[in-house]
């Protein structure tokens, strides 16, 4: 049986392995991942540690609440904006916090960081790309021509993310890791904004050929090199 020492500086080691599983980079490899979450389960069998001693003894130092966006224009967090910043914050084990016109990526501090690199990378390609698709004037109003293709884009591009977390999913059955992290950064929401409401995106949109080619673009958009896995 170890001692409270020795227990601590267990809980020390798998925290900083859950604070370290991306790269300031964006780098998000299903390998290094499934290998980090191996590591994180065989501590957590091998000295008898829970989730929740885990979320209890958690540094929450290691959640930071200002890491910004740094795309958003002066029109404001769209509908289309919001609906991005979910995929994206939950991609990284995140959450994301509306605060006027301003977005930030709520999590642990490498992965709140990289959330929102990665968020303006796709913001910028999504933003311009619509604006070119759209440049050759039609009956339908640019706006509304403008929110159809970035629909489209953002919903190519979830099905894509979401395919990245199958594969995940597939290198470790349990994931644990990424079970402890949602519930540490759940649970410190909760504590930082106690009135704060999550509510679903209600777009409209139509399925015209400004939103077919937003989804095309989507398809092939580039969504990070580190993504790849390289």
Avoid at 62 to 74: A, F, N, P, V
Avoid at 110 to 137: C, E, N, R
Wanted: with cysteine; proline share 1%; glycine share 4%.
């Amino acid at each position: 049986m170890i001692t409270n020492e020795e227990r601590i500086e267990v809980l020390s080691k798998i925290e900083k392995i859950m604070a370290h599983t991306q790269t300031e980079s964006g780098a998000v490899n299903v390998n290094e991942m499934a290998i980090a979450n191996k590591l994180v389960k065989e501590l957590m069998d091998k000295y008898e540690i829970s989730i929740d001693e885990i979320k209890a003894t958690s540094d929450k130092s290691t959640l930071i609440i200002q890491i910004e966006s740094e795309m958003i224009d002066q029109k404001g967090v769209r509908h289309w904006v919001i609906s991005l910043s979910s995929i994206v914050a939950s991609f990284y084990e995140c959450r994301v916090m509306r605060v006027g016109t301003k977005l930030f990526f709520v999590g642990f501090e490498m992965d709140a960081k990289v959330a929102s690199k990665m968020f303006d990378h796709l913001y910028s390609q999504i933003h311009y790309g619509a604006i070119k698709a759209t440049m050759i004037p039609t009956r339908i109003s640019r706006k509304t021509r403008v929110i159809d293709f970035c629909v489209g884009a953002i919903g190519a591009l979830s099905n894509r993310l979401d395919e990245i977390k199958e594969e995940r999913k597939y290198q470790e059955s349990k994931n644990a890791l990424v079970i402890v992290k949602e519930d540490i950064v759940v649970e410190q929401m909760n504590k930082m904004y106690p009135r704060s409401v999550s509510y679903k995106n209600k777009t409209t949109f139509h399925r015209s050929d400004d939103y077919n080619n937003g989804v095309k673009f989507g398809q092939k958009m580039e969504i990070h090199k580190s993504i790849r896995g390289n």
